[in-house]
Nanobody
């Protein structure tokens, strides 16, 4: 099992930027595909971005494509989510997730991930 801890959330005005980090421990980080998800009040948890074990393959939800960027540093056991041009509808709790290596791509469904962090709140004011 891997332990995940997100950081970097906060309050930002619309149009602003935030960078989320997720530090992993307890398992070889480079063995895991990683993902970012978010959950707004009253809504289901939804996929935001995913990255393969090597970092060569990435994918995004249509709602964030062109504004968000996922990256990873396997030497630091950390995955990042750079969020630009933030909108009020991006307000949510953001979760980092890990999937032990069983393939070479990224994954978009909640059920495909084994381990989750506690989440970090992102609030975008209009």
């Amino acid at each position: 099992q891997v332990q995940l801890v997100e950081s970097g959330g906060g309050l930002v005005q619309a149009g602003g930027s935030l960078r989320l980090s997720c530090a992993a421990s307890g398992r070889t980080f480079s063995s895991d595909a990683m993902g970012w998800f978010r959950q707004a009040p009253g809504k289901e948890r939804e996929f935001v971005a995913g990255i393969s074990r090597s970092g060569k393959s990435q994918g995004y939800a249509d709602s964030v494509k062109g504004r968000f960027a996922i990256s990873r540093d396997n030497a630091k056991n950390t995955v990042y989510l750079q969020m630009n041009s933030l909108k009020p509808e991006d307000t949510a709790v953001y979760y980092c997730a890990a999937r032990p290596g069983r393939g070479g791509g990224y994954y978009t469904r909640v059920v495909e991930y084994d381990d989750w962090g506690p989440g970090t709140q992102v609030t975008v004011s209009s």
